[in-house]
């Protein structure tokens, strides 16, 4: 009997350390220099095999009606398989390209509060979901802000082309819809982006 108890505590301890390890493994404490060199360098075709879909439409200030002078997101490539409670530094919702196909920024969204970075996400009201960017390239507005004025958007729409594995995603077979990025606008000037579902006919 006593062996019994030994051999179960032994498992029960096993199985702790398992999962301190696996919780660990998810990026709790992570930092914004561990997240940049783990996302700053991938190529799209990196991004695209990690489960990202790069979203057509480059997101300006301007665009949306935001002083121009504060820049631009970028093209979002959002991986919706994350799109869920859980808050990984190093599995960010979104990663945002500029128009030359280089990471610029992460971005975190969850339906619930939460925070990320030591940063708090923020309420988007067109998609009731929370979201923060964190910006690898420097921006001089601040590396949570929404805009970077170091980034722009090409003068023509569309620049990014549609790849193999972009392009509609089907989200419960009664409809297919893409993942775009759309912007709150809070105040007078200052706005917030976030990721919202666009719904497309299904023929």
Same mark, same amino acid.
């Given at each position: 009997m006593r062996k019994l108890l030994v051999v179960g505590a032994v498992a029960i301890l096993g199985l702790l350390v398992t999962m301190? !390890? $696996?919780q660990a493994q998810e990026g709790d404490d992570a930092t914004p220099a561990e997240i940049e060199a783990a996302f700053g360098d *991938? +190529?799209?075709a990196e991004v695209e095999a990690m489960g990202y879909v790069v979203d057509e439409e480059c997101i300006s200030a301007e665009a949306v009606g935001a002083p121009a002078a504060l820049g631009a997101m970028g093209f979002h490539a959002i991986n919706e398989s994350l799109l869920d409670e859980t808050l990984d530094p190093l599995a960010p919702e979104a !990663? =945002? *390209?500029n128009a030359d196909d280089n990471v610029v920024a992460v971005e975190y969204v969850s339906p619930s509060e939460g925070e !990320? =970075? #030591?940063q708090q996400l923020e309420f988007v009201p067109p998609i009731e979901m929370y979201a923060v960017?964190?910006?690898i390239l420097d921006n001089p507005s601040g590396?949570? $802000?929404d805009f970077n004025p170091n980034v722009s958007c090409p003068a023509v729409p569309s620049a990014v082309p549609a790849t193999g594995t972009g392009g509609p995603l089907n +989200? #419960? #077979?009664n409809a297919v819809s893409t993942l775009m990025v759309v912007l709150a606008i809070a105040g007078a000037a200052v706005a917030f982006g976030g990721i919202a579902l666009r719904r497309v006919a299904a023929r």
């Amino acid at each position: 009997m006593r062996k019994l108890l030994v051999v179960g505590a032994v498992a029960i301890l096993g199985l702790l350390v398992t999962m301190s !390890v $696996a919780q660990a493994q998810e990026g709790d404490d992570a930092t914004p220099a561990e997240i940049e060199a783990a996302f700053g360098d *991938l +190529t799209r075709a990196e991004v695209e095999a990690m489960g990202y879909v790069v979203d057509e439409e480059c997101i300006s200030a301007e665009a949306v009606g935001a002083p121009a002078a504060l820049g631009a997101m970028g093209f979002h490539a959002i991986n919706e398989s994350l799109l869920d409670e859980t808050l990984d530094p190093l599995a960010p919702e979104a !990663v =945002l *390209l500029n128009a030359d196909d280089n990471v610029v920024a992460v971005e975190y969204v969850s339906p619930s509060e939460g925070e !990320v =970075l #030591g940063q708090q996400l923020e309420f988007v009201p067109p998609i009731e979901m929370y979201a923060v960017h964190m910006w690898i390239l420097d921006n001089p507005s601040g590396q949570f $802000a929404d805009f970077n004025p170091n980034v722009s958007c090409p003068a023509v729409p569309s620049a990014v082309p549609a790849t193999g594995t972009g392009g509609p995603l089907n +989200t #419960g #077979g009664n409809a297919v819809s893409t993942l775009m990025v759309v912007l709150a606008i809070a105040g007078a000037a200052v706005a917030f982006g976030g990721i919202a579902l666009r719904r497309v006919a299904a023929r």
